[in-house]
């Protein structure tokens, strides 16, 4: 069955880096778009970036340029490298498969705090 588990989540202080990683398993991942989406308390989950086949990258306008998503074939995993962090980025962090037949992880919480 498919799955798919994030890690790397934790207290960070603003300005801070963080990279968050989540392996997949029981889909052939190297042909799948993966994507990382976030939720914070009180709002709606909302997409944060995601990665093709191809290795092109999509981003949210509001993480543009501070975020990183990349991909490990050999591997199966997907990375979000977070740097720059706001406390507005707080929110627990969701890996997705986004191609066919889609699916989420568990989330991992990233908090953005002094």
């Known amino acids: 069955q498919v799955q798919l588990v994030e890690s790397g989540g934790g207290l960070v202080q603003p300005e801070g880096s963080l990279r968050l990683s989540c392996v997949a398993s029981g889909f052939i991942f190297s042909m799948s778009t993966m994507g990382w989406y976030r939720q914070a308390p009180g709002k709606q989950r909302e997409f944060v970036a995601s990665?093709?086949?191809?290795?092109?990258?999509n981003y949210a306008d509001s993480v543009k340029g501070r975020f990183t998503i990349s991909r490990d074939n050999a591997k199966n995993m997907v990375y979000l490298q977070m740097n720059s962090l706001k406390p507005e980025d707080t929110a627990v962090y969701y890996c997705?498969?986004?191609?066919?037949?889609?699916?989420w992880g568990q989330g991992t919480q990233v908090t953005v705090s002094s």
């Open positions: 997705k498969k986004l191609s066919g037949a889609e699916y």
């Open positions: 990665i093709f086949k191809g290795d092109f990258t």
